[in-house]
């Protein structure tokens, strides 16, 4: 059962997706994670029946041409099991810090009141040497 492209009265809104829409659609699902697909073909056709007929083609084309990237998204890892957020951390220095072109000096001090300035993104520490210019050593052995 389709209705016309111009039928775009409200009571258009309540009739049941186009069977071009669901197919694509379904289609789409197809690509996601076995686990997902029931949920999200569901929803997805739930979504159709709110849509007048155009835009229940551009949606269900918009679903299409997203599956992968929310399939990418699904299957990412996680959070834990205890609701813990995950924590990335990485073990390499950002590019301009390699390169040595940029670092984000704070001040820091040392225990004994020495000042030194030391990268927040590295960690590399820069002391100013009193006879000469700066030198810059890495603290963390990276
Ligand atoms: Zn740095």
């Excluded at 694509?24 to 073909?41: C, D, F, K, M």
């Excluded at 299957?75 to 390699?98: D, F, H, M, Y």
Aim: glycine share 8%; proline share 9%.
């Amino acid at each position: 059962m389709t209705t016309p492209p111009s039928a775009a009265a409200p009571a258009a809104a309540t009739a049941p997706p186009s069977r071009w829409c669901c197919r694509t659609v379904e289609l789409a699902v197809r690509v996601l994670p076995n686990e997902h697909r029931t949920r999200y073909g569901l929803e997805f056709v739930a979504e159709l029946y709110d849509l007048p007929p155009a835009q229940q083609r551009r949606h269900a084309a918009r679903v299409l041409t997203s599956a992968w990237a929310l399939r990418t998204a699904l299957s990412e890892p996680v959070p834990g099991p205890n609701g813990g957020t995950a924590v990335i951390i990485t073990t390499t220095k950002p590019l301009t810090c390699r390169l040595n072109l940029h670092h984000r000096w704070q001040w820091c001090s040392t225990e004994d009141g020495d000042r030194f300035e030391r990268c927040q993104k590295c960690g590399k520490d820069r002391t100013e040497d009193v006879g000469g210019g700066p030198i810059e050593h890495a603290s963390l052995g990276w």
